[in-house]
């Protein structure tokens, strides 16, 4: 699967409204299909609706965050329209509630403030003691605040609500997941991990602004640890039942770019009908590995356009050890909040550290 004229027109647009970064996109990426895993008949213009056409998910639970816009809603809609439960979490209870009234289906609106993670946790007891336990827990919300540097809890925010207000959420819910034996985690990554993030990877000298400030990389980074905790939790569940994979949406027109600078925004604005997705396309990706029957069991993977791929070129996508290293670095920044969990994994690399 070669770069396609769609995706030849989002580089060119974001390129032209975008400073240049010492990212990891010094190098030349193409996206090819990773043929370890099943190959499906989807692609970039393919809609949520599209991919679950035929599907019945009655009976099953889904747990999405960011539900009320973009991304989140589209998959939440699809999800309840084909028969499952759908917890919908957002910022505050009436932006949830608004969005979760607004669908047809079952529906259960929830609030989670993911740079709070005290939220975190109270969202997953509800969840709990409603006696649901997720099939699918797709870890949609995000920011991009393209602004300057902010701390929340002496940590840069993009990387607290990006990636570890998630960290705690799926550490809350996988003991219930686990006892079950089987369920999806879904991350909602971004070319931007590969592309925009800083050059070593994951800087972890520069979580909290000790060096200068990039928005750009500084998503990038967020998006690469979203990257790296699939790949980690997912070599911890291998066998259990519950898979970790990470997707990248595409460019898709919706209101993360809302605080964008007025270039980039107007660039975006004048060319988004053109090289975009719409939000029924940008979410399709999540919605097929949350829902594939083809992909039950599949776990680690990376997808782009409704499938599996790998991405040549410099970056560190699965670079296991660095995947470790966050690992420790979230559980130290987020231990208070925590449950201790038994993974039972086996094969253990040299240098692990539970």
């Known amino acids: 699967m070669n770069i396609r004229r769609r995706q030849l027109l989002q580089m060119s647009a974001v390129a032209a409204a975008t400073p240049v970064v010492a990212g990891c996109s010094g190098g030349d990426h ?29 009976g099953q639970i889904a747990l999405v965050t960011g539900c009320n816009s973009g991304l989140g809603y589209e998959t939440m809609r699809v999800l309840a329209k084909r028969g499952a439960h759908v917890v919908g979490t957002a910022r505050t209870i009436e932006k949830s509630v608004a969005a979760c009234e607004s669908v047809e289906g079952t529906t259960t609106p929830l609030m989670l403030e993911l740079s709070d993670f005290q939220t975190a946790i ?7 003691m409603m006696g649901l336990t997720p099939d699918m ?3 949609n919300a ?3 605040t393209f602004g300057d540097l902010e701390l929340i809890d002496g940590v840069e925010k993009h990387f607290v609500i990006n990636f570890l207000g998630h960290f705690v959420l799926v550490n809350r819910l996988l003991p219930t997941m686990m006892a079950k034996r089987s369920g999806r985690i879904v991350h909602v990554g971004s070319a931007s991990a590969y592309r ?21 990389q500084a998503y990038g980074r967020s998006k690469l640890a979203n990257a790296l905790f699939s ?20 460019l898709v027109k919706t209101n993360i770019a809302r605080t964008a600078p007025p270039l980039l925004r107007g660039a975006f604005d004048l060319l988004g009908g053109i090289v975009a997705k719409s939000p029924e396309q940008g979410a399709a990706t999540q919605v097929y590995v949350a829902t594939n029957p083809q992909l039950e069991g599949v776990n680690g993977a990376y997808f782009e356009d409704c499938n599996p791929v ?7 996508l ?37």
């Open 30 to 58: 193409e996206a090819t299909l990773d043929t370890r895993y099943p190959i499906g008949p989807f692609g970039a213009d393919s809609t949520a609706e599209e991919v679950t056409e035929g599907l019945d998910l009655s």
């Open 318 to 354: 699965v670079d296991q050890a660095m995947a470790m290293q966050l690992w420790n670095l979230a559980e130290e920044l987020t231990g208070d909040y925590l449950l201790s969990v038994d993974y039972h994994t086996t094969a253990r690399p040299p240098g692990y550290r539970a």
């Open 137 to 139: 827990l797709i870890c």
């Open 142 to 144: 995000g920011v991009n």
């Open 122 to 128: 109270s969202c997953a007891s509800a969840v709990q």
């Open 231 to 250: 790949l980690e939790l997912a070599r911890r569940l291998e066998g259990i039942g519950v898979t970790s994979n990470v997707v990248h949406p595409g």
């Open 310 to 316: 790998v991405v040549s070129g410099d970056h560190h």
């Open 196 to 216: 925009r993030a800083p050059a070593v990877g994951i800087d972890f000298d520069n979580l909290r602004g000790e060096g200068e400030f990039d928005a750009t």
